[in-house]
């Protein structure tokens, strides 16, 4: 696509993000909210300014992989570790309630195991970016609540992978030995570098005295970090959106990369911002018009039944009550890394059209009123997260 044509397109939406964001920001919604707005407004199914998605959404692997990058920059193993029931027990717990539900619920309406399995995965996974700019906007995320939900949607991306595999697998898609081997072996490796990244008190990054005088050439060694992890687990033929977030979990391990996260995050903004934007394109209006009464009550389901699993999963593993809702709230809605494995179906003929389409609208609904959804919560239990 030419260079003039894109010209307009970027403009005007950069512009949109610009006015939305601000009116948003007033009246205190968050700006991945505005972000999807925006996509809605300018796609095919609203004023119909961008015909072609697939312009922006070129972006949208570069925005998941700088999200998860930055999502592990916030993580501390050792503080992860001494709270590893909820992140880790929970996940499990939370995965397998959801699946059990709609497996349920699937047995009404006859569907195929691969389907049910499939939508149970996409609703047991919660956003990460919502949920994480949620909570360093109110200043929660060192709390004890936003600790044990920051654990919970770092196991739920990291349970991604052998989600996607086994769906693969399930679809008949038999994967090769050299590939199994490949995967085993990246597997290895990973689980030694963060037993390295524990045991080492100190890690210090080559050649960083080369970076530190040069604005330039940090932007270029923070990036090669990035997307060097990133192609290495690709590799393996394993996730790069998890070589983005061991790649954070790395720098975060070191003691002098402030600039790294200084350096990136303006590309972070931006690329995690046409995601969102991209992901707003995809949504039909008219089928949510015609189709709103299902629609919203699937959300209202989702949201109920959501927090009640991890709210109950919590309280299991010893929270407290007021913890426990919080938490089930924050975990309430659906996540931006579902649109991965829905895709997987997509492609694999798993899910009808208006299945899709379905799905694709109570993920953008939930995205969009889960902070109207938290705010309630932290209204009725009167907590804003404790320490």
Known sequence: MHGETLIPLYTLVIFSILII?????????????????????????????????????QFEMVGLIFLLFFVGMEISLEKLLKSWKVPVIGTAIQVVSTVGIVFLM?????????????????????????????????????????????????????????????????????????????QLIGGVLIVLMVIFLIRKKEIHLPFLRYFKDHKEMQIFGALAI?????????????????????????????????????TLEPFYIFFVAIFFVSVGMMLDLNFLLENW???????????????????????MLGESWRDSLLG??????????????????????????????????????TLILSPGWIALFKRLTGSHGNK
């Open 226 to 262: 990035c997307f060097g992890m990133v192609m290495a687990t690709d590799l393996f033929k394993l996730s790069p959106l998890l070589g983005a977030f061991l790649a954070g979990i790395y720098v975060r391990a070191t003691r002098e990369t402030d600039w790294i996260h200084i």
């Open 293 to 315: 009464s299902v629609i919203l009550f699937l959300v209202g389901l989702v949201f109920i039944f959501n927090t009640a699993i991890n709210a109950g999963m919590m309280r």
């Open 106 to 182: 699937g047995s009404l309406f006859d569907w195929e195991f691969v389907r049910a399995l499939l939508i149970g995965f996409v609703i047991s996974i919660s956003s990460t970016a919502v949920v994480i700019k949620l909570l360093n906007e109110s200043e929660q995320h060192d709390t004890h609540v936003g600790r044990n939900v920051i654990g919970v949607l770092l196991v739920q991306d990291i349970a991604l992978v052998p989600m996607i595999i086994l769906i693969d697998l399930m679809q008949g898609k038999n994967m090769s030995p050299k590939n199994l081997i490949l």
């Open 21 to 57: 964001g601000l009116i948003f920001k007033t009246i205190r919604i968050p700006y991945i909210v505005a972000y999807l707005f925006v996509g809605i407004l300018l796609g095919p199914h609203g004023i119909g300014f961008v015909k072609e998605t697939a312009l922006l959404g």
């Open 328 to 365: 089930g709230a924050m975990l309430a809605q659906v996540g931006e890394f579902s649109f991965v494995i829905l895709g997987v179906g997509e492609q694999g003929g798993i899910v009808t059209d208006f299945t899709h389409q379905t799905i694709l609208s109570l993920i953008t609904l």
